[in-house]
């Protein structure tokens, strides 16, 4: 009976093994970064509306900007410029 | 003797390569394997914590005071957001200098700078303006994106409506520690509970030079303004009131 290894069947599996496990990644991958895509815009437009909120109070009245891009910097802009950093722990 | 080039040590010596090769590989495996695992499973907590406190700016906002108002509606009290304007100057003399070119974009930002810029200024903060409107304050947002050492920042200014009597009856507002503004005299202390707001919490991630990334910011708790205070007193106040 011969004890050598069957160099054959060892590079197949390693073979194997190494694609399944790319293959894991890249679908975990491709998987995650479709959701991020999917839920971007509406992430977007849900910070848009909030720093909107936000702005409208720290502003005290309708401050005219032309665009919702340039409103939308504004309102960031506001909120920066108000913000204070909590205490850390 | 067989020759050390037999296919039949070849394969041998191979077979003995990749099965060390296969080792080296299992081995390097098991050490990212481990190494994962005390870093999503033993130290979680800990490594989550860390990175945090370094890429998440965790911030709140004050909330404007309410108004107080008399029975007929007239606002004898209200409470305005104005902005300041620092800059701090670079410690290098060119540097301050390419950064006033820049600030020259808003003229009334650099009228009070003497040209050229005495040593003693180097770095040191400098304010440039204050007591600006919201729609100024605005302004300057391209300005403080490009200048990292501008610094426009707010407070709260309380004003009061009526004559001497009637504003030391209304009383004063200092600075509360959540940045707001609380009640220390006069109606103003009575009325502090419904008068101020609550502060809005929100989190937000920062790239590597500490900017904030406008897309990962996100509201923790609602921003809520004070009440405002009708009194049942009638007040005749003269022109010139309030928004």
């Known amino acids: 009976m011969s004890i050598r290894p069957d160099i054959e069947a060892w590079k197949q599996r390693f073979g194997v093994c190494l694609l399944a496990a790319l293959a894991a990644l890249m679908l975990t991958g491709a998987r995650d970064i479709t959701q991020e895509l999917r839920q971007r815009s509406a992430r977007l437009e849900q910070v848009r509306t909030q ?31 108000c913000a204070l950093p909590t205490r850390q722990p | 003797m067989r020759p050390s080039h037999s296919p039949a040590l070849i394969e041998a010596r191979v077979g003995n390569r990749l099965t060390i090769l296969l080792f080296v590989f299992c081995l390097w495996a098991g050490i990212i394997l481990l190494r994962m695992a005390q870093f999503m499973i033993f130290e979680r907590d800990r490594t989550v914590e860390a990175m945090e406190r370094e890429a998440v700016f965790r911030g709140f906002v004050p909330a404007a005071r309410g108004r107080i108002l008399d029975r007929d509606g007239r606002v004898l009290a209200w409470s305005e957001r104005v902005f300041s304007v620092h800059w701090q100057v670079p410690r290098d003399a060119g540097q301050a200098a390419r950064e006033r070119a820049l600030l ?13 810029l005495p040593a003693d200024w180097l770095g040191v ?32 200014r309380r004003h009061l409506a009526g004559d001497a009597g009637v504003q030391a009856l209304l009383g004063r507002v200092g600075r509360a520690a959540d940045g707001g503004e609380v009640g220390l005299s006069g109606l103003e202390q009575e009325h502090d509970e419904v008068l ?24 923790v708790s609602e921003l809520r303004p004070g009440y405002d205070v009708q009194l049942p ?8 009131g309030p928004p």
């Open chain 2, 104 to 116: 020259g974009a808003e003229p009334w930002l650099t009228a009070g700078l003497p040209e050229p």
């Open chain 1, 51 to 81: 720093l909107s909120e936000w702005s409208r109070h720290l502003a005290g009245r309708p401050v005219p900007t032309p665009g919702p891009d340039l409103a939308s910097r504004h309102a960031l802009f506001l909120v920066r410029t």
């Open chain 2, 196 to 219: 101020r707001g609550r502060p809005g919490v929100f989190e937000v991630m920062l790239d590597k030079e500490g900017r904030w990334l406008p897309e990962t910011w996100q509201k």
């Open chain 2, 125 to 156: 903060r400098v304010l440039l303006a204050q007591g600006l409107e919201v729609e100024r304050a605005v302004q300057l947002e391209p300005l403080a994106d490009a200048l990292r050492g501008l610094e426009v920042s707010a407070v709260f």
């Open chain 2, 233 to 240: 007193l009638r007040v005749r106040l003269a022109e010139g």
